[in-house]
């Protein structure tokens, strides 16, 4: 029998960060890649462009500026993470100096495109304001069109809608910026915050794991939420490419 030949065809442009020319399947346009040349993160382009898009951060919302951590962050970041508080659900411990300060560095040496790391975002209050939170966008998959998004905001500025409008924005990026297929987020049902900036911001809640991790020594519960792209669509959300002020 003869081989069935497939041909599959490709995108020729030129990375944004080195100028170098690069080539991937047409099914990534619109989707990060990494630049096998400089191994930065490049979005696809999608419209015939002669250059792949860079990663729009920072983005930017009324009250936020989402930006890549900093060395000089730690201080901000440490108060936030050295609060017991932050994860009374689960997902971590509290951290120390020396924790956060490495945590830091290895971060330095993560892109987006980075295989199983979290890609971390600090949430910074504008102007060069004070380091409140910071968010997470983890793939589910290697052909990065699954993410699960995770926020955090220090406790002297919750419940003021940051987490809300961080996570807003971050939708923004993962629909609209990089063309993602469903974006999903987890937490302990009792954690009644999280879920609450889940439901506000359309994700939907698909269900409950029972006692499906241990935390303190005691079963406990995750709630899964998740919006696909063709739902993150429908609610009209699509708008102005994400960051832009
Ligand atoms: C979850 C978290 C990010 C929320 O941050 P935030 O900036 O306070 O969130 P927002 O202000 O945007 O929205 C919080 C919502 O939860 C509600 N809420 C907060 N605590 C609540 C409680 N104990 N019971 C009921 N509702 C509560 C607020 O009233 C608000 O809803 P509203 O706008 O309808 O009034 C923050 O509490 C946190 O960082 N927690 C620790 C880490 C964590 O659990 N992250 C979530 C992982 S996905």
């Not at 990060?32 to 930017?60: H, K, W, Y």
């Not at 509290?94 to 890609?119: I, S």
Request: with cysteine.
């Amino acid at each position: 029998m003869d081989a069935i030949i497939t041909e599959e065809s490709f995108l020729d442009f030129k990375c944004p960060s080195c100028g170098n020319p690069v080539s991937f399947p047409q099914d990534t346009a619109g989707h990060v890649q990494e630049c096998p040349n400089c191994t930065e993160s490049v979005i696809v382009p999608d419209d015939g462009s002669e250059a792949g898009r860079p990663l729009p951060f920072p983005l930017a919302t009324p009250r936020l500026v989402l930006r890549r951590f900093q060395p000089g962050d730690w201080k901000d970041l440490l108060e936030i993470v050295s609060d017991e508080e932050m994860f009374r659900y689960g997902e971590g411990r509290p951290l120390g100096e020396e924790e956060v300060l490495g945590w830091l560095e290895t971060d330095r040496h993560v892109k987006l495109t980075t295989a199983n790391q979290p890609f971390y975002l600090g949430i910074q209050l504008p102007d060069g304001g004070k380091l409140v939170g910071y968010a997470t966008l983890s793939f589910a998959e290697p052909q990065r069109l699954q993410a699960e998004l995770r926020v955090t905001v220090g406790r002297g500025r919750q419940r003021t809608g940051l987490a809300t409008e961080a996570v807003a924005v971050l939708l923004s990026f993962c629909f609209d910026g990089i063309a993602l297929h469903r974006v999903t987020a987890r937490c302990d049902p009792r954690n009644l915050a999280a879920g609450r900036v889940c439901d506000k911001v359309g994700l939907r809640r698909e269900g409950v794991f029972q006692q499906d991790h241990l935390l303190n020594g005691e079963w406990a519960d995750t709630a899964w939420y998740a919006m696909l792209n063709e739902e993150y669509r429908a609610a009209d959300n699509a708008a102005a490419p994400p960051g832009a002020a």
